[in-house]
């Protein structure tokens, strides 16, 4: 008789495919925002227009959901490399190849069209865009903040797990967890609210939070553990947000909200990034594969990085030469041209970045991180190579 464990696939396999549909998941949301509710939230509309509009402001959530995979992919990825020759070489080498290309195109693209200023563009090209205020400096491309958070990850976390035991790197993610809520209680009272959501040091528990999870399946965490893991994180999750609602904890606008909303977020996406790896080993993996959302997540980073400068010259042609076609309270159907007319460029662009500009690059991983252990491959290895568009993020 056939046992129940073999009805299953492991949860961390050299290639996870699920993970490209969350992916596509996340940076759906992110795009939705930009197209719909950061442009024209201030629109009046009535019925299913007023209620979609409202529904888009949330895609902001996509960052979030980002970070968690991110921290879960690359600490499986350092996890699993620890013992291999060329630890740091092979791990730098080949996220400089992944990342830095297609971003530093970007860079030049917005000083070509004069869509940020120099300051802004220098600071982001050392990867500080996420701390321009501290620098009184406008961030004229809001999706470059969160990829200097990732960056900053990806500087200091590979010598952490290189250096700890796997006890003690568990030790440090969750006293991550718990210090991050403390820091942000104390720069609210003290009145520093715009970093809450985009300084390293006050969202960092999103990637430790991943971390966590990357550490934990590789343990002897049965399944079953697993899944009521995820069931309480999920149910926990919301629970809690129902019942902190009333008090805040859905806005950073109050104390409890400010210092646990990004802790609650973090909890529910640890929950569905856990439950799309137990369906995605399971009979019921076609529920978590869905073609376009796997497209989408194949083309994620580029799209994350393009997506706002298409619209954003969308609108700038439509000013100068179609006045017409701009959105108003009486002309949803605009909103849904641009939508569909820009987005369709950003996803074709990306598409093209991807298959001919940055594939380029990433078969020159292996050569350039070492030609002696070319041989080598990192696991998971498919899913190495687009860790998110965080690699990119909103």
Same mark, same amino acid.
């Given at each position: ?21 969350? +992916? ?15 442009? *024209?939230? $201030? ?50 080498? !080949?996220?400089? &190849? !992944?990342?830095?290309?297609? *971003? ?19 600071? %982001?090209?050392? *990867? ?17 903040? %969160? ?36 820091? !942000?209680?104390? =720069? ?61 904890? &859905?806005?950073?606008? +109050?104390? &409890? ?75 949803? /159907? ?9 987005? /369709?460029?950003?996803?074709?662009? =990306?598409?093209? $970045? +991807? ?14 991180? $070492? ?24």
């Amino acid at each position: 008789m056939e046992s129940v464990s073999a009805k299953f696939d492991p949860l961390i396999r050299p290639v996870m495919p699920e993970l490209d549909s969350v +992916r596509g998941i996340a940076v759906t949301g992110v795009v939705l925002l930009h197209a719909f509710f950061t442009q *024209y939230g $201030s629109l009046h509309f009535s019925g299913m227009p007023q209620l979609f509009l409202r529904a888009t402001l949330y895609g902001w959530l996509g960052v979030n959901l980002f970070f968690v995979l991110s921290g879960f992919l690359i600490t499986g990825i350092l996890l699993d490399s620890r013992e291999k020759p060329q630890y740091f070489r092979r791990f730098y080498t !080949r996220r400089a &190849l !992944r990342i830095l290309p297609a *971003y530093y195109l970007l860079l030049i693209l917005l000083a070509l069209l004069h869509q940020a200023s120099s300051a802004f563009l220098g600071l %982001s090209f050392v *990867y500080l865009a996420n701390v321009t205020g501290l620098f009184g400096i406008f961030a004229d491309y809001p999706p470059l903040w %969160s990829l200097a958070v990732e960056e900053h990850f990806y500087i200091f976390w590979p010598a952490f797990v290189y250096k700890l035991t796997r006890r003690r790197l568990m030790i440090v993610t969750i006293a991550i967890c718990l210090l991050e809520p403390v820091l !942000r209680a104390i =720069s609210f009272r003290l009145g520093h609210i715009d970093g809450l959501g985009s300084y390293t040091w006050l969202v960092a528990d999103g990637l430790a939070t991943g971390s966590l999870l990357a550490i934990l399946l590789r343990t002897s965490a049965s399944r079953k553990m697993i899944a009521v893991l995820s069931g309480t994180l999920l149910v926990g999750g919301f629970t809690v947000a129902g019942v902190g609602r009333p008090f805040g904890i &859905l806005t950073r606008e +109050r104390m &409890l909200g400010a210092v646990f909303q990004e802790t609650l977020i973090d909890m529910v996406f640890a929950g569905f990034l856990l439950l799309v790896l137990l369906l995605g080993t399971s009979a019921a993996r076609r529920y978590v594969n869905n073609s376009v959302l796997r497209f989408l997540g194949y083309i994620s980073y580029g799209l994350y990085l393009i997506h706002q400068l298409v619209f954003w010259n969308y609108d700038k042609l439509c000013r100068n030469f179609w006045p017409s076609l701009q959105p108003t309270s009486d002309h949803f /159907g605009l909103i849904v041209l641009r939508f569909v007319v820009a987005g /369709g460029i950003a996803i074709g662009v =990306s598409y093209l $970045s +991807r298959k001919y500009f940055e594939e380029k690059f990433l078969r020159l991983k292996d050569r350039f991180a $070492s030609a002696k252990h070319a041989e080598l491959s990192l696991a998971p290895r498919v899913n190495e190579e687009e860790t998110s568009p965080q690699e990119a993020s909103a």
